[in-house]
């Protein structure tokens, strides 16, 4: 198994930084299209965590879908219906202080619980491929896997009844 | 040898998940909000990835279900998205506090 120096550690909490500074300004920033720039790079930041994790098929599918699919169903929709240029429209609604506040508590608990328990984690990094990943997809995951499919199918078809003019 | 201990993987994945909770509750946009809950499924699907790689269980039983809730992210994308449309047809506005048809 490989083995990570120092400067991979480092490297890797510099993304972790990186992923929640763009993250934080992705949900604060007032103009709606940067902000969906700055989602793209939270989700590229994400599929790098992958990779310092060995879970390159899910880092690449990361990209393939969520970088390229849905950023770009999310652009398309943002320049379909908002008005961006218009600087006098307010972009977050009067409950900010209440919610900092709640997500203050939250993280101070949950930070707390998740530092105070023992972790029984192994020594090496367990690594997975593509190939056992599509025998526990047709294997063990059978059931759900049928299940997801169906669930795209429906969502897919219902997308485009919702979205399509009326005749 | 890990690059990172699995409890500040954790502590990042909380922090990022609250972060999308923080523009889920606080965005005026319907767009906005859909981003927001894309960056709370993403710090899911991280918790996800750590398990499987840094417990003693096998590594695909964690990355299947990351699959699974990144399907479920894109009919969340697709289907949402589809929804801002129609009630952009219909009402002019995707600010969610404009869109009171059914209140009274």
Do not use: E, F
């Given at each position: 198994m490989t083995t990570f120096g120092p400067l991979a550690a480092i490297s890797c909490y510099a993304a972790l930084l990186g992923i929640l500074t763009v993250a934080i300004l992705t949900v604060t920033v007032r103009n709606l299209f940067h902000a969906a720039i700055f989602l793209a790079f939270t989700l590229l930041g994400v599929s790098i965590i992958y990779f310092f994790l060995r879970a390159e098929f899910l880092a690449g599918i990361q990209i393939l879908?969520?970088?390229?699919a849905i950023m770009t169903l999310v652009i398309f929709a943002i320049m379909l219906t908002?008005?961006?240029?218009?600087?006098?429209?307010?972009?977050?609604?009067?409950q900010r202080i209440p919610v900092f506040i709640l997500i203050a508590i939250s993280a101070f608990f949950l930070i707390g619980a998740i530092l105070k328990a023992s972790w029984k984690t192994i020594s090496t990094l367990q690594t997975t491929n593509a190939v056992e990943l599509g025998k526990a997809l047709m294997g063990e995951f059978v059931f759900p896997f049928e299940v997801i499919s169906l669930v795209l199918l429906i969502a897919l078809i219902g997308a485009i009844v919702v979205a399509r003019s009326d005749p | 040898m890990m690059a990172i201990p699995l409890s500040h993987l954790l502590v990042f994945s909380a922090l990022l998940f609250l972060t999308g909770l923080y523009g889920a509750l606080t965005r005026r946009n319907a767009v906005g909000i859909l981003m927001s809950i894309e960056i709370m499924l993403n710090a899911v699907n991280v918790n996800f990835v750590a398990f499987a790689g840094m417990?003693?269980?096998?590594p695909e039983l964690g990355q299947v279900f990351v699959i699974f809730i990144i399907v479920l992210a894109a009919t969340t994308a697709a289907v949402g998205l589809a929804i801002v449309m129609a009630i952009y047809r219909n009402?002019?506005?995707?600010y969610t506090d404009e869109i009171d048809l059914l209140k009274w």
């Open positions: 879908l969520y970088v390229g908002s008005r961006i240029g218009d600087p006098q429209v307010p972009q977050s609604n009067r | 417990l003693n269980a096998p009402q002019k506005t995707i």
